[in-house]
């Protein structure tokens, strides 16, 4: 059982925030899935549209299945939770594609906030189709966001249990006024 996590200053939070691809076998509790729904419902997007909705998976075969689908989300198969962000996929591409990020990283953020990880992960090409066939989702919605949720096997091999990685100095980063 994973002990709850204190809480941390809000900028050391979001600094801190990782994309972890290995897990534990222990499934997020209840508690914090509705949270991260919550949270998803409420995000902001253009017009107020909400041009989403959500795939919840937790079933290991079909988790597996959707990280062999081209793209970049090898690490569902090892995921207790898998949410699939499925967008209206209307002529507002550009907004829902700003949407769907905002909507990835508020995911992440409420995970998180509740001692668990997670790791946004891509479909592309066939993998889209792939998905939607495997899941009962219509044709003519947008399907390529995934996010593995879970507790981080920290004993995984490949676990991120290094250092963070170094970052850009600012002064790299930021042009005052111009370039």
């Not at 970049?72 to 550009?94: F, P």
């Not at 792939?130 to 989702?137: P, Y």
């Not at 044709?139 to 990685?165: C, F, Q, W």
């Amino acid at each position: 059982m994973v002990t709850s996590v204190q809480p941390v200053q809000p900028i050391e939070f979001l600094r801190k925030l990782r994309s972890i691809r290995r897990f534990t076998d222990e499934p997020p509790p209840r508690g914090a899935v509705d949270d991260i729904l919550a949270v998803a419902r409420w995000t902001g997007s253009a017009k107020n549209r909400q041009h989403w909705a959500f795939v919840l998976v937790r079933d290991r075969e079909i988790l597996a299945r959707m990280a062999a689908a081209e793209g970049s989300a090898k690490h569902l198969a090892g995921a207790s939770l898998g949410i699939l962000l499925v967008m209206d996929g209307s002529d507002l591409v550009e907004q829902e594609t700003f949407d769907e990020g905002r909507l990835a990283e508020r995911i992440a953020l409420v995970a998180n906030a509740h001692g668990l990880e997670s790791c946004i992960g891509w479909f592309k090409g066939s993998g889209r189709d792939d998905v939607k066939a495997l899941l009962g989702i219509p044709p003519e919605k947008l399907v390529r966001t995934v996010m593995s949720i879970g507790y981080e096997d920290t004993g995984a091999d490949g676990a991120r249990n290094h250092p963070e990685h170094p970052r850009k100095p600012l002064a790299d980063l930021v042009h005052v006024g111009r370039w």
